[in-house]
């Protein structure tokens, strides 16, 4: 089935088929969701037809449902997150002579947006950076102790050494004058 030039529309069979509920459970959920102001496309006769966006909504109430909260409240928060207010999907655009104002007029909006993004780009940049540079500050800084912890020991060690040696020395020292000692006698 195929209408206002959709490329994809679904029947309420397949919807039903496609999310494993029933049909009458997918007749019941649009009629909620259009009494809470939900529009759905309509074909030639009067009958809804499903497209991608309704699919995802329909999931998102599923998912409410499934975490327990409140009917009125899950078609409410569908109705509030996924309501079309310009369905682009059934919007049709049209270049007109005239429109070369709205066209410049979009351009500049997108040009706007271009720049915004490359703006939060660069913001983000920055504290990525920023966060990097402390984490490799502190990093470098936690490294900095433990080598000066590790000198310090190898000081120590190298203090201690000298010494054992100093008496070592001073030992072999006394024995030679011991032995050239006894050797007068």
Sequence with gaps: MESNGFKHVYSTYQIADLLKIGRSTVNKYARNLEDAGYVFTKDEKE?????????IAFRALLEFLDRGVEYASAINAVVERYKPYKRS????VVATP????????????VDELVQAVSLLSSK???????????QVAAAASGISDQVNQVLEEVRSERIQTIEKLDVLASRIEAHGKRKKFLGLF
């Excluded at 009958?47 to 699919?55: L, N, S, V, Y």
């Excluded at 990525?128 to 540079?133: G, L, W």
């Design 124 to 134: 983000i940049d920055e504290i990525v950076d920023e966060r990097v540079r402390d």
């Design 98 to 109: 005239d429109s070369r104002p709205d066209v410049a007029m979009l351009n500049a909006k």
């Design 89 to 92: 999907d059934s919007l049709a």
């Design 47 to 55: 009958r809804r037809a499903f497209t991608d966006h309704d699919i």
